[in-house]
């Protein structure tokens, strides 16, 4: 039994072989670096948000504890900041900035029996007081604005 002379590659199917196979193995690399990406952008924004609902529940609560004792001068009336407070993220090496602005409802008046908020705040991270993002091109958004209607009684 005779076998014929061609038993393997030649060089040039090797070399068209080895280029395809460094073509997918490039996609795959940039795929993975790309959705890596994209959960670290998404961890940064679920901690901006929950970061967000923290400060409104200290606000909403610091209200509801002045009406309770308004005369008390320990009682904070609101944490309402129009200045930028900033918060470092020690474990996620992050820099959080935060402002909350708290006012009456304009569309619901006061009643005997308690009054209407609007409670806003609002997140940065990696951005300065203005803005302006610090050197973190391609990281999509970097803030967000969280806000409520709360109806805080009246004791």
């Given at each position: ?13 090797l070399v068209v072989a080895t280029g395809l196979l460094a073509?997918?193995?490039v996609t795959v690399m940039v795929l993975f670096g790309q ?93 300065s007081a203005t803005g302006a993002a610090q050197n973190r ?19």
């Amino acid at each position: 039994m005779k076998r014929g002379a061609s038993r393997g590659l030649t060089i040039g199917e090797l070399v068209v072989a080895t280029g395809l196979l460094a073509l997918m193995v490039v996609t795959v690399m940039v795929l993975f670096g790309q959705m890596l990406d994209a959960t670290n952008k998404n961890a940064l924004v679920s901690q901006g948000s929950f970061f967000a609902e923290t400060v409104l529940e200290r606000e909403i609560y610091a209200l509801a504890r002045y009406h309770r004792d308004p005369t008390n001068p320990a009682v904070d009336h609101s944490l309402t900041h129009f200045d930028w407070v900033s918060f470092s993220d020690d474990a996620n090496q992050t820099e959080f900035s935060y402002r909350v602005d708290s006012r009456p409802a304009l569309f619901i008046s006061e009643t005997d029996m308690g009054v209407s908020y609007s409670v806003e705040a609002e997140v940065r991270w990696w951005q300065s007081a203005t803005g302006a993002a610090q050197n973190r091109r391609g990281m999509g958004k970097m803030h967000l604005k969280r806000s409520r209607i709360v109806y805080v009684p009246k004791p």
